[in-house]
């Protein structure tokens, strides 16, 4: 990718859940903050920028929305949960104006974030981001999901290609062996220790929140020792933790100071100029293990041969464009190589594209038109002389979202993709939004890491996963008994 082809970042403020406060029957963010989050380009920056333009002329767009983190909400009180309610239905007041909950992706509600808007901008802007849809009857959760589409990092293309939606490829029945994980018997001892340590675990996070000790106090105590380390083939000094431990130092010992001492440290320790509260053996307590178990989860794993998996698709997500297509965004990445897949963004769309010579193919095989989802007949070109750039399936097309009484299935927003272009170009949709991208195979590594559920789905045993982790066990070694890892390949 060319150098002004990289995403813009942009910084904006960050509020903590306890920073807001109450005055007058209004929840208020603190006047002056310097914590701030990054963001990057989007299709709901680049519509949030040109409604900022019209609307309010901010000097700065940013000044627009901030972000509310969430993450500390004591699971234990329902005060919280109550106040955390009326931030999302009353909205904050910053510096006199009125922010009100914005739209929101998966991944900020799986990190516990919320992003406010000022009042005067929302409904212009969300009336974007919507192409001006709003169904009386919808699931919200895949609502908000098709809308959060819009808050991808995205690089824009200036193309709108013309797109045909497809049924998805389904398959009536497969049968195999599967895994199920199934409720259980419980072990209540065991339960009784679990829940006495997420007790223990919200009462401790609760402590060093209220009772840490002050800068100005820390200031009184006496220093821990310093040592020397090698850090970048130069000496630096940092804290001796080896008698006098702060918070995490004692979490890496799997112990944790005791709530009554957490107001009493006995020795600071500096790190980047920020001084922290040190405790030594006896302020702590050793955190208990819980073994895991069936029984203790209340889960099990259960094997079910011959199992009959019913309507499986196998497409999910997935499209084609065109090489023409695919042409235009390789050149406005200024790439040097073919773009063989893109992860393309659009209102309500979003999927994993792959370049294919379709009209090639529709050549050889005598295709002048395709029937679309909407049953209506497609031409290779239509009258405007545009060939069709995407061919997408409906799991692709986030847009089916108007429920009916007495229907099962929802219906979808758009009568037909004419309905949808158009409102494409009434909301000032000009753009294509490109997420990532397919790579050569010579800047593609070899390896990559997985998240958690592939331990499951690929039946993996502990023994596996001891060869999996053996070549980073390799390099812990080594470090250890100081040999130089520059040299060995893993």
């Not at 192409?131 to 589409?149: F, H, M, S």
């Not at 997420?198 to 996070?205: E, G, L, N, V």
């Amino acid at each position: 990718m060319s150098k002004n082809q990289k995403r813009n970042q942009h910084k904006i403020k960050l509020f903590q859940f306890h920073e807001i406060t109450e005055s007058s029957g209004q929840l208020l963010a603190p006047e002056a903050t310097q914590r701030t989050i990054t963001v990057s380009d989007s299709m709901y920056l680049h519509h949030l920028k040109q409604v900022v333009a019209e609307i309010d002329q901010i000097a700065d767009f940013t000044d627009a929305i901030f972000m509310l983190k969430a993450d500390n909400i004591a699971e234990d009180d329902p005060a919280q949960f109550n106040l955390f309610e009326r931030m999302l239905c009353e909205g904050i007041y910053y510096q006199g104006e009125r922010y009100i909950r914005s739209i929101k992706s998966p991944a900020m509600g799986r990190t516990q974030r919320t992003e406010f808007i000022r009042k005067t901008l929302y409904d212009s802007l969300y009336n974007r981001i919507t192409l001006g849809k709003y169904p009386n009857l919808t699931n919200i959760n895949k609502w908000e999901a098709a809308l959060g589409v819009s808050r991808s990092t995205a690089i824009p293309i200036p193309f709108i290609p013309r797109i045909v939606v497809i049924p998805d490829y389904k398959k009536d029945e497969i049968i195999e062996d599967v895994w199920k994980i199934e409720e259980c018997g419980l072990d209540s001892e065991a339960q009784n220790l679990v829940q006495a340590e997420k007790r223990k675990q919200s009462a401790y996070f609760k402590a060093k929140k209220e009772l840490k000790p002050s800068a100005e106090k820390l200031k009184q105590l006496k220093s821990v020792p310093v040592k020397y380390i090698e850090a970048k083939g130069e000496l630096k000094h940092v804290p001796d933790q080896s008698i006098y431990k702060t918070f995490n130092g004692w979490d890496k010992e799997g112990r944790r100071v005791e709530l009554d001492q957490i107001a009493l440290p006995v020795r600071s320790a500096e790190y980047s100029g920020k001084l922290y509260p040190c405790y030594f053996i006896e302020q702590t307590e050793e955190i208990p293990v819980i073994p895991i178990s069936q029984e203790s989860i209340g889960l099990k794993r259960v094997e079910y041969p011959k199992y009959k998996n019913k309507d499986v698709q196998f497409f999910d997500g997935q499209g084609l464009m065109s090489f023409e297509f695919a042409e235009i965004i390789q050149q406005h990445l200024e790439l040097k190589h073919p773009v063989n897949a893109v992860q393309g963004r659009l209102p309500y769309i979003k999927g994993n594209f792959i370049r294919f010579d379709i009209h090639k193919w529709f050549k050889e095989h005598h295709i002048t038109e395709m029937i679309d989802i909407f049953n209506q007949p497609k031409p290779l070109i239509d009258e405007e002389g545009r060939p069709i750039d995407l061919i997408i399936t409906k799991s692709c097309f986030k847009a089916w979202h108007r429920y009916i009484e007495g229907q099962e299935k929802p219906e979808c927003i758009f009568e037909n993709i004419a309905e949808y272009e158009k409102l494409l170009t009434h909301h000032h949709h000009t753009h294509f939004w490109i997420a990532n991208y397919a790579k050569p195979s010579y800047q593609i590594n070899p390896y990559t890491p997985l998240t958690y559920q592939y331990i499951h789905a690929l039946n993996l045993t502990l023994d596996d996963l001891y060869k999996l982790a053996s070549p980073i066990l390799d390099v812990l070694k080594r470090i250890l008994h100081g040999k130089n890892i520059m040299l060995h390949r893993i």
